[in-house]
C-alpha cells in the first residue's frame, strides 16, 4: 500500500499533533509549587534549578531558595506595616535606608507590580565584598497590616538571565 506525498505528510503531521497533546511540556513538567504554611504563603517555582535552602532565619522568619549554582538567592519575608502605609510609602523608606548603608547604591526604576497579590517593584545594585551585586524586591500587599517581601538577589548578569522566572515567581505568589 502506497500513500500520496500529501496523505503521508497529513499523517505525520496528525501524529505529532497527538504526541504534543500526550506528553507535557517540560515546563509544565518542572514547574512545581511550594508552600510555607508557617508564613502562610505559595508561590510556584517554574524549574527544578530553584532549590529551598533554609525556612526560618535570624532575623525572623523567611523563606530561602537558590538558583542553580546559588549565585541567585530568593528569600521571602512577611512583615508587618502601619495600616496607612502603602507599599510604595515602604520601598521610599526602604531606599532612604540603602541610599546610605550600601556601598555603590545605584536605584532602578521602581514601578507599581500587579500579580496575584499587588504591590511596588523596587530594583537596584550595589557593592558586596567589591563585587556588584542586583537586587530586585517585591514588595506585596496581604491586607492593610501585611506585607511580603520577596527579594531576588545576585550578580547583575545571573538575575538577567532569569528574569522570566523572577516574574513568573513574583506573579505566582499567593496566599494560603
Known amino acids: 500500500m502506497t500513500f500520496s506525498n500529501g496523505l503521508r505528510g497529513f499523517i505525520t503531521c496528525l501524529i505529532v499533533i497527538l504526541i504534543g497533546m500526550l506528553v507535557p511540556s517540560s515546563a509544565e513538567g518542572q514547574t512545581r509549587r511550594y508552600t510555607d504554611q508557617t508564613l502562610q504563603y505559595a508561590l510556584d517555582l517554574p524549574s527544578r534549578d530553584w532549590n529551598i535552602i533554609s525556612g526560618v532565619g535570624i532575623t525572623g522568619e523567611s523563606t530561602e531558595f537558590s538558583y542553580g549554582k546559588g549565585l541567585v538567592l530568593l528569600r521571602v519575608r512577611r512583615e508587618l506595616k502601619d495600616a496607612d502605609v502603602s507599599t510604595a510609602e515602604v520601598v521610599q523608606r526602604q531606599q532612604q535606608f540603602d ?52 527579594e531576588f538577589t545576585g550578580p547583575a548578569e545571573e538575575l538577567s538571565d532569569v528574569t522570566n522566572d523572577i516574574e513568573f515567581i513574583a506573579r505566582s505568589f499567593r496566599l494560603k
Not at 500587579?114 to 511596588?120: I, N, P
Open 99 to 150: 541610599r546610605v548603608s550600601l556601598a555603590g547604591y545605584l536605584k532602578g526604576e521602581i514601578e507599581s507590580f500587579a500579580g496575584r497579590l499587588s504591590g511596588t517593584r523596587y530594583p537596584y545594585e550595589y557593592i558586596s565584598a567589591g563585587k556588584r551585586v542586583k537586587r530586585i524586591t517585591y514588595y506585596l500587599q496581604a491586607n492593610n497590616r501585611v506585607i511580603y517581601r520577596i
